[in-house]
Each structure stands twice: as C-alpha cells, then as structure tokens.
T-cell receptor, first 114, second 112 residues
Framework: DAMVIQNPRYQVTQFGKPVTLSCSQTLNHNVMYWYQQKSSQAPKLLFHYYDKDFNNEADTPDNFQSRRPNTSFCFLDIRSPGLGDAAMYLC?????????????FGSGTQLSVL | DAKTTQPNSMESNEEEPVHLPCNHSTISGTDYIHWYRQLPSQGPEYVIHGLTSNVNNRMASLAIAEDRKSSTLILHRATLRDAAVYYCILRDDSGGYQKVTFGIGTKLQVIP
C-alpha cells in the first residue's frame, strides 16, 4: 500500500515550458519535503513544509516553487525548466520532522527536459 | 550540520554479512544516527536509526561506537536485493524543522 504517491512516474517537458509534479500522502504527516536528485548524486533538499509553513533552502533557485493546498497534497512547480533541471524529484513526509522520526519517500518523478 | 564520511563503494558476496561503516567525529550528544538505502530507480527507504545503544530490526543492525564518533550498519546476510546506495545521516535540530541532508553514501554491490 503506497503511502507517499508521486505522479507521474516519468515526465517529459520542453525547455522553458512550465511543469508541475505532484505528491500525495495517506499518512497524515505534518511535514512534506521535496528533493532533487541528479544522476549519481545524493538527493538535495529544495524545500519543505511544516503544515502550511513553507521553508525554502537558501540555494534553491527561484525557478522552483511549491504549493501545499492541504495536508495530503504537495506540488512542485518549475516555472521555466532548463536542461539542468532534468533529474529525479523525490517527495518525502515525516510526522513532525523530529530527529527521532523516519522519512517516508515516494518512488520519485523522473523529469526529462527536451 | 554534523557531517558523515562513508566509503564510496563496497562489495559483498551473496549470503555473507556486510558491515557498512560511517564516521561522524563531530556528532553532538543529541544527534540521532539514521540509515537509509536507495535501490536503483527508487526513492530512499528507511533502514534503521539509533542514538547511543545498538539497535536491531528486521532489515539490519546498527552498531554505535561507545564515543558515538562512528557507527556500522550490519546486513546479516546480503542478498542481491540489498544492492543499493546506503546513506548514513545525522539528524539534529539545526536549521529548523529537522531537515534531512544526504551525503554521497556507499554504493553496495552484491556478488552472486
């Protein structure tokens, strides 16, 4: 039973064409994270929400935005994708983000930019 | 954030135990040690975590040094399905909301 669901599994977009990736969770967790993972690299945190409180990483480009309309859903918007934005995008959740808690990850969305 | 150091890659024979090391010499007293693994084309999955005492679960064991400056993830009997990248992560309260930062990890190859 999937608990963190990412759609689509694969997404192809054109250079400069806005794209939205989605994530949903059935765990009722307070914290939702978005990571970017390029080939052979470690996942890199872009931003996260604690409830409706948005927390952006300092080095996340302005091109990346996020929305969390309710507890269950979170979206990653890339306003003008460049070739360098091709990557796996991972969504994760945690109950409160406490250091004694584990993260639950989705299977990721592989984004290609043509 | 306290840093971790892991070997880039390791090999193991199938059905043999695997010991994956992690150094974290700057760990603070309240940092938890977490391990995740990432199978090819999948998101990371939680393996195990601990604070001071050794921990066991159905997936693995975590051995934590007495001074907490290092730890070892132990897979008791490696299978081909254990081939993955294993990440050792310290979780603390710095940066707010306990964000989780991944290092490079150790790529484990299991040889049949």
């Amino acid at each position: 039973d999937a608990m963190v669901i990412q759609n689509p599994r694969y997404q192809v977009t054109q250079f400069g064409k806005p794209v939205t990736l989605s994530c949903s969770q059935t765990l009722n967790h307070n914290v939702m994270y978005w990571y970017q993972q390029k080939s052979s690299q470690a996942p890199k945190l872009l931003f996260h929400y604690y409830d409706k409180d948005f927390n952006n990483e300092a080095d996340t480009p302005d091109n990346f935005q996020s929305r969390r309309p309710n507890t269950s859903f979170c979206f990653l918007d890339i306003r003008s994708p460049g070739l360098g934005d091709a990557a796996m995008y991972l969504c994760a959740t945690s109950f409160t983000g406490g250091r004694n808690e584990k993260l639950f990850f989705g299977s990721g969305t592989q984004l290609s930019v043509l | 954030d306290a840093k971790t150091t892991q070997p880039n890659s390791m090999e193991s024979n199938e059905e043999e135990p695997v010991h994956l090391p992690c150094n974290h010499s700057t760990i603070s007293g309240t940092d938890y040690i977490h391990w995740y693994r990432q199978l090819p084309s999948q998101g990371p999955e939680y393996v195990i975590h601990g604070l001071t005492s050794n921990v066991n679960n159905r997936m693995a064991s975590l051995a934590i040094a007495e001074d907490r400056k290092s730890s070892t993830l132990i897979l008791h009997r490696a299978t081909l399905r254990d081939a993955a990248v294993y990440y050792c992560i310290l979780r603390d309260d710095s940066g707010g909301y306990q964000k989780v930062t991944f290092g490079i990890g150790t790529k484990l190859q299991v040889i049949p």
